[in-house]
């Protein structure tokens, strides 16, 4: 069985980037935090029978499948969060090793194949970086950043992939379709205080650019291909959507004025390219404390934040509990405390209605 025979070139249309091989463990097509994995379903043209390519890519990825083009996916109608629909030790392990809330939500799989002999994406893609750049956050469009790679994989032979099924895919891939998921249109859903800032940063990135030939989406081969003012609104107010209005970086929630003003960011300042390859949305402050700093750097500095804080916080719950014993000592044993609403005598425990 090859890939021709079971999708055309106009279905084979998304790519997404993963840690491993496809697993049937796995049976997602999942997306890390601060991405709304609806947001990306919305994309997807379900009753066409669009597929989602795997390219393993990234820090964590598996040697013998690094860079390789693992096999692709038949997307369900719905998402959900990820610990429902894949099977319970992996993502057990999984949350061991990367920690619970990397991937919280998913999209559901119908159907999954792999490639026999999974291709290398160097040399089969022009531009690499435009898949395995997305880290895991949107899917990217294969018609539009690796129109030839139908072609290139079209006679490779597959083989479908035996797919866990969880009480929770059963029950919601049983239930009645009500209508597409798609909508027939597309409304920005941001606050208008927050739309008209970001269509005048739109507005002064794009005359920016126009000076030099315009605004850069990506680059295939030797070509740029470039976009116009309204297609870039509409990359910015999606990606508003599926970072659910966070900052990309520090994840507070970003606001129209102050330090927390939403900005336009590149990814990688070193390429002056606007796809969602290599722009997101971060609060002011992260923006201009970026500088010249790489994305990687950010990133780590904020994990290292993170890390700081829930320190803080557990030697706070530390000190808060090595308290209330004392208290409860001085008090005999007995404490009542009115603004928990809990009384505690000896060892037994009371909740106040």
């Not at 796995?26 to 919305?42: H, K, M, N, Y």
């Not at 057990?92 to 799989?109: A, E, K």
């Not at 404390?289 to 320190?311: P, Q």
């Amino acid at each position: 069985m090859r890939l021709r025979d079971l999708v055309t070139q106009q279905q084979l249309r998304w790519s997404d980037v993963n840690w491993g091989k496809l697993d049937g463990d796995w049976p997602a097509i999942s997306f890390s935090q601060g991405t709304s994995a609806w947001s990306q379903l919305r994309k997807i043209d379900v009753d066409a029978g669009e597929a989602v390519i795997s390219v393993c890519a990234g820090r964590h990825a598996s040697p013998e499948t690094k860079r390789r083009i693992t096999g692709f996916s038949l997307p369900d109608r719905f998402t959900a969060p990820t610990q429902d629909l894949v099977e319970p030790e992996l993502f057990t392990r999984s949350v061991h090793l990367y920690g619970g809330d990397r991937w919280p939500n998913s999209i559901g799989v119908r159907k999954a194949y792999r490639f026999v002999e999974p291709p290398s994406i160097d040399g089969l893609v022009e531009e690499p970086r435009l898949l395995t750049g997305t880290r895991g956050r949107y899917l990217a469009d294969l018609h539009q950043v690796a129109p030839n790679v139908y072609a290139k994989l079209a006679n490779l032979e597959v083989e479908e992939v035996d797919l866990y099924r969880s009480p929770a895919y059963l029950q919601k891939s049983s239930q009645p379709v009500k209508g597409k998921h798609r909508q027939s249109g597309w409304t920005p859903d941001l606050p208008t205080d927050i739309q008209s800032v970001l269509l005048q940063k739109v507005q002064s990135i794009y005359n920016a650019e126009r000076q030099s030939g315009g605004l850069r989406l990506c680059k295939i081969g030797e070509r740029y291909v470039v976009i116009g003012p309204s297609e870039f609104e509409k990359l910015v107010f999606e990606l508003w959507e599926e970072q659910r209005g966070r900052c990309g970086y520090c994840r507070v929630p970003m606001e129209s004025d102050g330090l927390a003003q939403v900005s336009i960011d590149r990814i990688d300042n070193k390429i002056r390219e606007y796809g969602r390859h290599n722009v997101h949305l971060t609060c002011w402050f992260c923006n201009r404390g970026k500088n010249n700093a790489s994305h990687d750097d950010v990133v780590e500095l904020m994990e290292k934040r993170r890390r700081a804080l829930e320190a803080d916080l557990h030697s706070v719950l530390v000190n808060v509990g090595n308290a209330a014993v004392v208290f409860t000592e001085l008090d005999g044993g007995s404490t009542a405390n009115s603004e928990v609403g809990v009384h505690t005598t000896g060892d037994s425990k009371q909740s106040r209605s």
